[in-house]
């Protein structure tokens, strides 16, 4: 990764502007001055001045939008910094994360969401904390939503536990309603989850690993769907899985609840078959899952059941992992892979047209936090990622700007790769 | 005449042609094992370590004396795998030991998949000797021998499996070998103590133990753990033996007599009754012998490849 | 294994004249059959120990007891090969303490098969004395052994093998001479 910060003017010149407010995707020259855009169009002349970023055969969207990443700072700098998941964000296109409070302490107040908005003041990239919906995600009382929001906060989650408590996922929704922030619910019933390790099904009976049943997650997504439509507030669904689940959300929307719901890109790309090798890079929660459950995600994404695609980024040690799959930690790096196996799996594979793929990384996720992004119009801020749709290329070490690299996808061969981000007056070139 | 597999991490996948030899191989140490001098010196100069992460007194047993009748070398490791959560990696804990300098590893873990897992980490032999509710293989492999030298194969059998199937690395491991081998498997037990999808096992299901019986030429009566019933999966060790206790009134109204087996230990007037076990057609005793032999094959043919 | 047959040391003949001379031997140096038991080594050794202990019974009018030994576990170099010789079982129905051994083997080469056999059959009890009969001596010892009672010597290089054929499992009698590209020796 080199970044270079150019003083004075540059034009990026030869690339396709996909741009997911108008729809449209065209071959425009951007010329940028002082972080801005001067000027727009086809085929800009170059004064001898300027310089010159060539970017023919590249297509140019709005900077990625990561709704789920996970920052192990404070607590386990060791896995992952501010910083560090930062520069992994940039290598994967990413220019605003939003962080789970997950952390130690987690971010249940206003000083800790202060402490990260501090630490992430002088990143390239944005990061926007998540706080959590109950203090020190115990599940026993709400956070301050009002005054979270105040400090920085886009949504509230207690990620990696759900809300068990019912009455307690009410209170979330319908108190979320003063700030209109959604509330984000890590959807696993723990009692039907039992001891599971891997999605119950024929993988599960076949490598006697104890399974963690689908009916676990879409029977907390179901009744989360049905608080919400009662109290009339904004639930988002993280990392759904399985198919039960997208039919839920789907017959939800139809009647106007206000959810929405994303999915990671390592759900819609392995399967429970993978853990037919019981490699602890794997194990993830939720669990992958089958085949049948892959195809409906994917489905879900084509008919906008799923609004975005989110990493889930959740980097771990090596000892977390090298252990036995009982003890390993759940949860796989996922940010600098995720434009190659979104655009490998969505794109060459499923033939989704190329800007309903972008949608759903750049506009659709930060609709749901509430924010618009700056566009390609005159005076906007430049914030863009550029990238080749097809270039293959194997994903590996190299690649990982993370402090960990517990991913199953080293190795792997990918169609589709982030080439640039530009932020500013900054040009990164991955 | 070499094995095609390196390791034995299960009878998962593993070609008809190594389970004969290994069978064939356990025969010949079955000999020796019947000798006044019950030791022959074929391992000698190799180290085996036997790791178990796991309280076992059978199968550790079993292998430690296997080891012994072949001459070999014996370290051995036991830890809870509770002391393995105070950080110190499994990864760790088992190239440690490897710097040692180890040909053979036979081991022993409560989680599916942690046998495999070691292989990725140290250059040696590994043979499962349980990895939680996944496999057994050794243990299947003299289930089989005892079978075999009961009814001189195994092709065409019909064998039922009787007990917590869902919860059994035995069963799993059987249920492998035993379609491998060309026998016809049924499972019996409550809905409870069954899988997801067991049908993709390839195995015929019953609740009904008349029904099981009926098909069966011998049975494989599994234990059941006394902690099952406080978990809910059954209502009580009483309900359970009167509807799938291998009992005297039930094998008196067979018209045919079946083989018994157990993989120990046994609850006995629970999952099978006393008569039964001591009985006749019980070769609950053979399996325990067949069981050394079994493991001197498996090490002696694997260490030689 | 691939070979080529150069030579027939000896026929069908040959052979059984080299079984009937070996019998006489035995029961000569032996000053009779008291207590005499012969075992075969496996595989073709088996077969040879068989036709001699009848051979005896013949001229003796004695039954003679017959085993079989199994000496792959006791063998110091099976990790050394590229194949994992078969391991079969040990059949001596009889009790060797005190009994005149004869051992059999079709060939003799390294002595490493009779070291082995040697182990084997004291763990297995203590004869009064071991004897060994070989159908051929090859030579390249590699161990302090020599048999008392030998067939044929003759002589062979290294990449060469002796084959013996008995008719029991071989179709026929015979003995040939083989050069064999793939060196291996049971």
């Known amino acids: 990764m080199q970044k270079k910060n150019i003083q004075g ?79 992994a964000a940039l290598a994967g296109g990413f220019t605003r994360i939003c962080c789970m409070p997950n952390t130690t302490p987690s971010i249940s107040t206003q000083e800790s969401v202060q402490f990260i908005i501090n630490k992430a003041r002088n990143l390239d990239v944005k990061v926007m904390p998540i706080a959590s919906i109950t203090k020190d995600r115990k599940g026993e009382q709400l956070t301050e939503f009002a005054e979270l929001a105040k400090t920085g906060a886009v949504a509230f989650s207690d990620d990696g536990n759900p809300v068990e408590s019912a009455q307690m996922m009410r209170n979330a929704l319908e108190y979320s309603k003063i700030v209109d922030m959604p509330i984000l619910n890590h959807s696993e019933d723990q009692d ?21 049943p689908a ?28 198919k039960g689940s997208v ?116 506009i659709k996720p930060a609709d749901i936090i509430n924010k618009k992004l700056p566009c390609f119009q005159k005076g906007e801020k430049a914030e863009f990622t550029i990238f080749s749709p097809d270039e293959w290329w194997v994903f590996n070490k190299k690649s990982i700007y993370s402090r960990s690299s517990n991913t199953p996808f080293i190795g792997r061969e990918l169609n589709g790769r982030v080439k640039k981000v530009v932020i500013g007056s900054k040009v990164i070139e991955i | 005449m070499s094995l095609s597999i390196d390791n034995l991490y299960g009878l998962e996948g593993v070609p008809k042609a190594d389970i ?73 804990t088992i190239q440690n030991l490897f710097a040692m300098k180890m040909d053979v590893v036979v081991m022993r873990h409560p989680t599916p998949g942690s046998v495999k897992m070691l292989g990725d980490f140290v250059d040696a032999v590994i043979i499962n000797a349980g990895d939680g509710t996944h496999e057994h293989p050794t243990q299947a492999l003299l289930d089989m021998m005892s079978i075999k030298e009961k009814f001189g194969k195994l092709e065409d059998l019909n064998i039922t499996i009787v007990g917590d199937i869902k919860h059994s690395r035995v069963a799993l491991s059987n249920i492998y070998g035993l379609k491998t081998m060309g026998a016809n498997v049924m499972l019996c037990a409550p809905p409870t103590f069954l899988p997801a999808e067991v049908d993709s096992l390839g195995v015929e299901v019953t609740y009904d133990i008349n029904e099981a019986l009926e098909f069966a030429d011998a049975v494989n009566v599994l234990r059941i753990q006394n902690e099952r019933q406080g978990k809910g999966l059954i209502p009580s060790l009483r309900e359970y033996r009167q509807t799938f206790g291998i009992t005297r009134d039930r094998l008196e109204k067979l018209k045919k007599p079946i083989t018994i087996m157990h993989p120990g230990p046994m609850n006995r007037q629970v999952e099978i009754d006393s008569e039964i076990a001591d009985g006749e057609n019980a070769i609950i005793l053979d399996q325990v012998l067949n069981g050394v032999a079994i493991r001197m094959a498996v090490l002696f043919l694997l260490s030689g490849n | 294994m691939n070979f080529i047959t150069k030579k027939t040391v000896a026929d069908s003949k ?99 098969t009779i070291r082995a056999a040697l182990d084997a059959i004291t763990d297995l009890g203590r004869p009064a004395s071991i004897k060994l009969a070989v159908l051929i001596d090859r030579g390249h010892r590699e161990m302090p052994i020599m048999p008392n009672f030998i067939g044929k010597e003759f002589k062979t290089a290294s990449n060469e093998e002796i084959r013996v054929r008995v008719k029991e499992i071989d179709s026929k009698d015979e003995i040939l001479l083989v050069e064999a590209n793939d060196q291996d020796t049971e």
């Open chain 3, 14 to 112: 040959t052979l059984n004249r080299m079984l009937t001379r070996l019998s006489h031997e035995i029961i000569e140096k032996c000053k009779g059959i008291e207590d005499l038991a012969i075992v075969g080594i496996r595989t073709r050794g088996e077969y040879l120990a068989k036709r001699i202990s009848k051979e005896i019974e013949r001229i003796e009018k004695k039954e003679i007891p017959v085993g079989i030994l199994d000496v792959v576990m006791y063998r110091d170099d099976f990790r050394n090969k590229n194949k994992l010789p078969r391991v079969k079982v040990t059949e001596i129905p009889f009790d060797v303490a005190r009994k005149k051994l004869i051992l059999v083997d079709d060939v003799i080469y390294t002595g490493r």
């Open chain 2, 20 to 92: 004969d030899q290994i069978l064939d191989t356990a025969f010949s140490f079955r000999e020796v094992l019947e000798r006044p001098v019950k030791k022959v010196p074929t391992l000698k100069g190799t180290t085996v370590v036997n790791l178990f992460f796991e309280p076992s007194t059978r199968t550790k047993n079993s292998f430690a004396l296997a080891e012994k009748r072949l001459s070999a070398d014996t370290v051995n490791f036991s830890a809870a795998s509770s002391s393995l959560k105070k950080g110190e990696s499994l990864k760790d």
């Open chain 1, 215 to 242: 009916m676990a997650e879409e029977i907390m997504i179901y009744r989360d769907l049905r608080i919400a439509e009662f109290t009339g507030a904004r639930l988002h669904i993280p990392h759904v899985t399985t």
């Open chain 1, 247 to 362: 039919e839920l959300i789907r017959k939800a929307k139809e009647k106007g609840v206000k959810v929405t719901a994303e999915v990671t890109p390592h759900h819609i790309t392995l399967t429970d078959e993978y853990m037919r090798s019981f490699n602890t890079l794997g194990k993830v929660a939720p669990p992958l899952r089958s085949e049948d459950d892959k195809e409906a995600l994917i489905e879900g994404l084509k008919d906008g059941t799923i609004d975005a695609i989110a990493t889930d980024h959740a980097p771990h040690t090596y000892n977390k992992k090298e252990t036995s799959l009982d003890l390993a930690a759940n949860g796989m790096i996922g940010l600098e892979s995720a434009l190659g196996l979104v655009l490998t799996q969505l794109l060459h594979k499923e033939e989704m047209p190329l800007m309903e793929v972008i949608k759903k990384l750049t």
């Open chain 1, 9 to 87: 003017e540059f034009l990026l010149k030869g690339g396709e502007i996909v741009d997911p407010y108008n729809d449209s995707i065209e071959k425009k020259d951007i010329l940028i001055e002082k972080g801005r855009i001067k000027k727009i169009g086809k085929d800009i002349k170059e004064d001898g001045e300027i310089k010159i970023i060539d970017v023919k055969g590249l297509k140019i969207s709005p900077g990625f939008v990561d709704l789920h990443t996970h920052l192990r700072e404070p607590g386990q700098e060791d896995a992952e910094t501010i910083a560090s998941g930062a520069r």
């Open chain 1, 192 to 212: 039907l989850k039992n001891d599971g390790l891997i999605n119950e099904g024929s993988v599960s009976t076949s490598t006697g690993l104890p399974g963690n």
